[in-house]
């Protein structure tokens, strides 16, 4: 049972190059999430969706795109990458708008911009 | 917009003995749900234990418990029997009752001594 996966698990970008971070679920979840978590602090929402063809953002989108073309695929996109961007970056997913229901966070992609 | 504040940036126990980790939150939703989740070095976020405000009696899950004080908006972890597999970051995390956004504290970075 693969869960919430995300590729890659570490990278390093230069400034300016783009990038686009994959998460994929296979438990049929139509609620995706991504969370970027910088050094000693807590997870903060880049962007979300509540299915296919429907993204909205979070608290933190700016520099950040996402798009949602089938239930099991979120990708986050960097444009321009920057170094206020080096994070650890999570995918997660949950069943339905359930608030109880928990979500399943992937592993974890770690990002630097040098 | 809600808040989620976790005072103890680091705390330490004794294997097999008991610790409290704190969480306090800030909201005007009557009806909303926290969540507790650990952190290992792994960088997995593992679900520990969830709580519904409309329900006064406090969630347990083994070796783990909750104090939910709803009044004082405040919701700890007790890990008893504390074990060196424990140690972790832990993070709170609060969801309010239409939104599908968790919003996270901190962090509290627990040390299990052997």
């Known amino acids: 049972n693969a869960g919430v996966t995300q590729t890659p698990k570490f990278r390093i970008l230069k400034i300016g190059q783009s990038m686009t971070l994959q998460c994929t679920q296979d438990?049929?979840?139509?609620?995706m999430y991504w969370y970027r978590q910088d050094p000693g602090m807590g997870l903060k929402l880049i962007y979300y969706?509540?299915?296919?063809?429907?993204?909205d953002k979070g608290e933190v989108p700016n520099g950040y795109n996402v798009s949602r073309s089938t239930t099991e695929d979120f990708p986050l996109r960097l444009e321009l990458a920057a170094p206020s961007q080096t994070s650890v970056y999570f995918c997660?997913?949950?069943?339905?708008?359930?608030?109880?229901?928990?979500?399943?966070f992937g592993d974890g992609t770690r990002l630097s911009i040098l | 917009a809600q808040t989620v504040t976790q005072s103890q940036p680091e705390m330490s126990v004794q294997e097999a003995e008991t610790v409290t980790l704190s969480c306090t939150y800030d909201?005007?939703?009557?009806?909303?749900?926290l969540f507790w989740y650990k952190q290992p070095p792994s960088r997995q976020m593992i679900l520990v234990i969830r709580?519904?405000?409309?329900?006064?009696q406090n969630a347990t899950e083994n070796r783990f418990s909750v104090n939910f004080q709803k009044a004082a908006k405040s919701f700890s972890l007790k890990i008893s029997d504390s074990q060196l597999g424990d140690a972790a970051m832990y993070f709170c995390?609060?969801?309010?009752?239409?939104?599908?956004?968790?919003?996270f504290g901190a962090g509290t970075i627990l040390r299990v001594k052997s």
């Open positions: 997660a997913s949950s069943w339905d708008r359930t608030p109880n229901q928990p979500q399943h």
């Open positions: 709580q519904e405000a409309y329900k006064q």
């Open positions: 438990m049929n979840h139509n609620y």
């Open positions: 969706s509540v299915g296919a063809g429907i993204t």
């Open positions: 909201t005007s939703e009557s009806d909303y749900y």
């Open positions: 995390a609060y969801r309010g009752p239409y939104g599908n956004k968790l919003v």
